[in-house]
């Protein structure tokens, strides 16, 4: 952790900083690790990213590591015990939510082969690259963002608007927002041209 670069958010939180240098903005395409972002973005929504990031640790604890398949089959006494876990955010619509989702999520990964390939398709499977300037330039939600909602309300996921689907998508690396000025936005731009060769020599191979 390197006091003296630059980064997108101004913070001495040792956490935040973690969390912004080593996974913000990083293509993820293992499933479980999507889930959990989702999740948590769902969790997020009305509140600040703060808050759910100190307690990522409880929900992983509460929620089985996002296990999609062990909450898929939470029952009440699941449900009961989550409302009443003082280390995660004791919100029962969004508990519930967790829960459905989950099931969807199955779904989608018995449809598609994974949950990877559903949610990338709405980039072309390649990471969107800005180059904001400043935090201020950052959109709330995109076109992107929005075409990803509308397909996960329709197939009944709940906690998926625009706006929470934007953020999951630059937690993910399905966007790098890093800002052009940040140490991060070559590092991440870098590991994207890696990734990218690698997908079209699999395709070759294929």
């Given at each position: 952790?390197?006091?003296?670069?630059?980064?997108?958010?101004?913070?001495?939180?040792?956490?935040?900083?973690?969390?912004?240098?080593?996974?913000?903005?990083?293509?993820?395409?293992?499933d479980?690790?999507?889930?959990?972002?989702?999740?948590?973005?769902?969790?997020?929504?009305?509140?600040?990213?703060?808050?759910?990031?100190?307690?990522?640790?409880?929900?992983?604890?509460?929620?089985?590591?996002?296990?999609?398949?062990?909450?898929?089959?939470?029952?009440?006494?699941?449900?009961?015990?989550?409302?009443?876990?003082?280390?995660?955010?004791?919100?029962?619509?969004?508990?519930?939510?967790?829960?459905?989702?989950?099931?969807?999520?199955?779904?989608?990964?018995?449809?598609?082969?994974?949950?990877?390939?559903?949610?990338?398709?709405?980039?072309?499977?390649?990471?969107?690259?800005?180059?904001?300037?400043?935090?201020?330039?950052?959109?709330?939600?995109?076109?992107?963002?929005?075409?990803?909602?509308?397909?996960l309300?329709?197939?009944?996921?709940?906690?998926?608007?625009?706006?929470?689907?934007?953020?999951?998508?630059?937690?993910?690396?399905?966007?790098?927002?890093?800002?052009?000025?940040?140490?991060?936005?070559?590092?991440?731009?870098?590991?994207i041209?890696?990734?990218?060769?690698?997908?079209?020599?699999?395709?070759?191979?294929?």
């Amino acid at each position: 952790m390197n006091p003296y670069v630059n980064r997108c958010w101004l913070t001495d939180e040792a956490l935040y900083i973690k969390y912004h240098d080593e996974e913000w903005g990083v293509p993820v395409h293992d499933d479980q690790k999507l889930f959990e972002f989702l999740v948590l973005d769902g969790f997020q929504a009305g509140l600040s990213w703060w808050i759910v990031l100190q307690r990522r640790e409880k929900f992983r604890d509460a929620f089985d590591q996002f296990d999609a398949k062990k909450i898929a089959k939470y029952s009440k006494p699941d449900l009961n015990r989550l409302q009443n876990n003082s280390g995660i955010i004791k919100n029962k619509a969004k508990i519930a939510a967790t829960v459905t989702n989950a099931k969807l999520f199955l779904e989608i990964q018995k449809e598609f082969g994974s949950f990877d390939k559903f949610i990338w398709q709405f980039v072309n499977g390649k990471t969107i690259v800005n180059s904001f300037r400043s935090l201020a330039e950052v959109p709330a939600e995109t076109e992107e963002s929005r075409a990803m909602s509308k397909e996960l309300r329709k197939r009944g996921f709940k906690f998926v608007g625009p706006t929470i689907c934007y953020a999951f998508m630059q937690a993910a690396g399905i966007v790098n927002d890093h800002l052009v000025s940040c140490y991060r936005f070559r590092e991440i731009n870098s590991l994207i041209s890696i990734l990218n060769s690698q997908c079209t020599r699999g395709k070759k191979d294929a």
